[in-house]
């Protein structure tokens, strides 16, 4: 694989529409990822790509999509498979934005945890692409509510995490009752045998791009803490007291260690939270939701939970468990010291870990960085806060609230002002908006006794 010498967008063959767009987004130039796969996609190849998530990959399966769309057909055209319903929607609202070059493409999420019902509705009127989890698509199908006959792009997401989360053989069921015909395009962070299996059966002379990962030493920094297997989890709290990170990302292996760990430090005193398999999903739409928004510190999760999940300033990564494999190591990682952040990755190491990490320092070409749990002090006696509180609005999409609505109302009436207000999400049925931790109360009460869209709500603090 070579990589273009080109970064600019305005090289590749796009419509003066959609690289107005780009420019509008504030795509200054391609990432890696984007300039290694966008030529080989835009002329039609199918496509494996290893990338991790937060490399710009959205946009390079977008743009091919989009550029072979026929807008005034209005039958599905491009098909996306996505291991969770977090990802299916953060794709779906970046696609819709990338598509603002094109009259009303409608792009529709099919995912579980929503009603089939209002999704077989919403396809009877028709959409251009759609983008679901494997096996909410493999139910529109059976149910003759999805139809792929009209099919050109198929593109598999995080592919590696769908095949961990036992999707192999749902992702095989929907690529057979695809045209034959299609371009697909597959993305995974990793490369485990599966990926190959697939490739074979579903992909036709596909490209490979890998980029591999690395990460600037001065933006992460890797620290390896040496431990005896009774001190794991205690020495969870100590790191956070001593690096009093504002958000960190704690990773187990298992679920049950994800539990045992939630306790431990909510018994500590942390504002904590936990991602595991056992969740309703409203219940880890909430939890992603407020972590993201800067109201919880801490976020306890196995990596097939964590997955697909985007963070912007996320200080610190705990291993807590450490990983058998050095690629899910170098992702883990990689979830801090974003863009032009710095972060820290701090790996509890006990004597059964130790051939572990040096498969990981071999595969990195880092030497690791040891020190003694003694080692460690609080940095203050104060409680590690988050800085924003989460409140719950009763009332979402289906009232037609939007997060302009809920700013006016914070901003206007109710008197506060905008840097005090933080990440608004509108769901179908609630609105969830952060706010400065020390005006939580009074807005809550503000907010109770004002209006929203002419009517009144109900507020309560998370």
Not at 349 to 363: L, M, Q, S, Y
Request: include cysteine.
């Amino acid at each position: 694989m070579t990589e273009t010498t080109s970064r600019s967008f305005a090289s590749l063959p796009l419509s003066a529409a959609q690289l107005a767009v780009l420019q509008q987004l504030e795509y200054v130039e391609m990432t890696p990822i984007q300039a290694a796969t966008l030529p080989l996609a835009l002329a039609g190849h199918d496509l494996i790509a290893q990338a991790k998530t937060g490399s710009g990959k959205t946009a390079a399966f977008a743009l091919p999509l989009l550029a072979r769309l026929n807008p005034r057909h209005f039958g599905v055209q491009a098909m996306l498979i996505c291991p969770t319903r977090e990802l299916a929607e953060q794709v779906a609202q970046e696609l819709r934005r990338l598509a603002r070059a094109q009259d009303n493409i409608k792009v529709l999420t099919l995912c579980g945890g929503s009603p089939a019902r209002a999704q077989v509705n919403s396809l009877e009127h028709g959409a251009h692409i759609v983008v679901g989890t494997p096996g909410r698509l493999m139910d529109h199908i059976e149910r003759g509510s999805l139809k792929l006959d009209g099919l050109n792009t198929l593109v598999l997401d995080e592919a590696d995490r769908m095949l961990d989360m036992g999707f192999f053989d749902d992702i095989a069921w929907v690529a057979s009752h695809c045209p034959t015909g299609r371009q697909t395009l597959l993305f995974s962070a990793t490369y485990p045998e599966g990926i190959a299996k697939l490739a074979s059966q579903f992909l036709r002379q596909p490209r490979q791009v890998k980029l591999t990962e690395t990460h600037e030493p001065e933006k992460i920094r890797q620290r390896f803490y040496e431990i005896e297997p009774e001190q794991r989890l205690a020495a969870v709290g100590e790191l956070l007291r001593h690096y009093r990170p504002g958000s960190a990302l704690a990773f187990c292996n298992s679920r049950q260690q994800c539990k045992d760990l939630f306790n431990q430090l909510r018994g500590e005193g942390f504002h904590v939270l936990t991602l595991h398999g056992e969740l309703e999903q409203h219940e880890r739409d909430q939890v992603l939701i407020r972590f993201a928004n800067r109201s919880c510190t801490v976020l306890v999760a196995t990596d097939v939970a964590a997955r697909g999940l985007d963070i912007d300033q996320l200080e610190a990564v705990i291993n807590v468990d450490i990983t058998p494999d050095p690629e899910v190591h170098v992702h883990r990682v990689g979830r801090t010291g974003r863009a032009d952040q710095r972060g820290w990755a701090l790996s509890l190491v006990g004597p059964a870990d130790r051939r572990k990490i040096a498969a990981i320092a071999e595969a990195s070409g880092i030497t690791p960085e040891w020190h003694k749990l003694a080692s460690l002090e609080s940095a203050s006696d104060e409680p590690l806060l988050p800085p924003m509180s989460t409140l719950l609005i009763l009332g979402g999409k289906r009232e037609k609230i939007r997060p302009g609505d809920v700013l006016g109302a914070l901003t206007g009436e109710a008197g506060f002002t905008r840097e005090q207000v933080g990440k608004i999400n509108v769901t179908d049925q609630n609105t969830y908006v952060a706010v400065e931790r020390g005006i939580a109360g009074e807005a809550v009460r503000r907010l109770g006794a004002g209006r929203i869209k002419g009517k009144s709500v109900k507020v309560r603090r998370l």
